[in-house]
C-alpha cells in the first residue's frame, strides 16, 4: 500500500497537485476537514463528540480525529493507498498516525514537501483569494499569520520524516505541470 502525506504552506499548491497525484497513483483522499465534516453529518459516534466539541468553540482532540481516521481507513480495504491532506500537522499527530497505520499493517510511505517561497505563496493566496472569494485569502496580515502559524507548529514535523528516510522536498516552482513531473519522479524512485 502507499501511502503519501502531500505536505507545504498555505497556498503551496497542495490541492492541485494531490488531484492529480490520485488520478495517477488511484490514491484515496484523506482530508482531515472533509472527514470531519462528513462524520458530523453522518452523526456518527466520533462526529456527535466532535460536533459538542465544535460548537463550544473546542478543538477536536487528535484521539477523535485519529479516531475518524481509522474509520476511513478501514471503510476502504481496497484501496491502494492514501494521500493523507491537513494531517499530521504536529509531531504528536504523526506520532499517532505512525501508531494506527501500524495497528493496520502498514505505514506512511513517504511526505511530499512542497517547498515555496514567501513572497510567492503570498502571490499566490492574494491571487486565490479575488477568484475564490475566500476573506483569509484577501487579507496580507492575515496570510502572513497562516505561514508563520505553519512554519512555527507544523513545518518541524518535516523533521521527523526525514528522521524515517520518509522525507522528499521538491521545489513548488513552475508550472502546475513541472511541479507534478517533480513529484512523480520522486514518487516512481520509491514505488
Keep these: 500500500m502507499f501511502n503519501l502525506i502531500l505536505f507545504g504552506p498555505p497556498g503551496a499548491g497542495k490541492g492541485t497537485q494531490s488531484e492529480r497525484l490520485i488520478d495517477k497513483y488511484n490514491l484515496v483522499h484523506l482530508s482531515t476537514g472533509d472527514i470531519l465534516r462528513s462524520e458530523v453529518s453522518a452523526q456518527t459516534e466520533l462526529g456527535l463528540q466532535a460536533k459538542g466539541l465544535m460548537d463550544r468553540g473546542d478543538l477536536v482532540p487528535d484521539e477523535i480525529v485519529i479516531g475518524m481516521i481509522k474509520s476511513k481507513l478501514q471503510g476502504n ?58 476573506s483569509d ?23 521527523y520524516y526525514r528522521a524515517q528516510n520518509k522525507f522528499q522536498s521538491i521545489r513548488g516552482l513552475g508550472s502546475i505541470d513541472e511541479i507534478f513531473d517533480r513529484i512523480s519522479g520522486s514518487i516512481d524512485l520509491v514505488i
Design 137 to 159: 485569502d484577501q487579507d496580507k496580515s492575515i496570510i502572513l499569520n497562516r505561514i508563520e502559524e505553519y512554519n512555527a507548529k507544523t513545518a518541524p514535523i518535516k523533521n
Design 77 to 134: 480495504g481496497d484501496a491502494t493507498g492514501f494521500i493523507f491532506d491537513g494531517f499530521p500537522r504536529t509531531e504528536a499527530q504523526a506520532e499517532a498516525l505512525d501508531a494506527l497505520l501500524q495497528d493496520l499493517e502498514t505505514s506512511i510511505t513517504m511526505m511530499v514537501a512542497l517547498e515555496v517561497e514567501e513572497e510567492e505563496l503570498i502571490t499566490r493566496l492574494l491571487k486565490r483569494g479575488a477568484i475564490s472569494g475566500r
